[in-house]
């Protein structure tokens, strides 16, 4: 019974951070949208710059879901980064996206999410 409280109890950790990580990812992409409209950015950087946003909100979340865990932050950041990726992913496959960049984006925006997740874990 005491382990399924404490996977419960991980679950929703998870899911904090994971809704965090979203907020924070709305929030920046705003932002984005804003100075493309005020300073007409060019495709390349705003290219860079949802990038960025992604290892930014990896980061923060991998950082949150490390400070919830206390134990094997790293992991459990790595895992955050991860599941942010499978849910971009799902939910752009589902709006006909498909893989828009290529293989090769698709790749490199997984090991981006993933690394941006277990370095914020590393650091919490």
Do not use: P
Not at 5 to 13: G, L, P, T
Not at 29 to 37: C, D, E, Q, R, T
Not at 68 to 85: A, D, E, H, N, P
């Amino acid at each position: 019974m005491e382990k399924r409280k404490a996977y419960q109890d991980s679950v929703i950790r998870m899911i904090k951070s994971l809704l965090a990580s979203y907020i924070i990812t709305g929030a920046l992409l705003l932002i984005l949208a804003l100075l493309l409209y005020k300073l007409q950015l060019s495709e390349s950087a705003v290219n860079m710059g949802i990038t960025a946003i992604y290892v930014i909100a990896c980061f923060l979340g991998g950082f949150l879901e490390g400070k919830m865990m206390k134990t094997r932050k790293f992991l459990w950041g790595g895992v955050s980064g991860l599941l942010y990726f499978v849910i971009l992913a799902v939910i752009s496959l589902a709006a006909g996206q498909g893989l828009s960049g290529g293989t090769s984006h698709f790749i490199t925006t997984l090991i981006l999410c993933t690394a941006g997740g277990t370095l914020g874990g590393m650091v919490s």
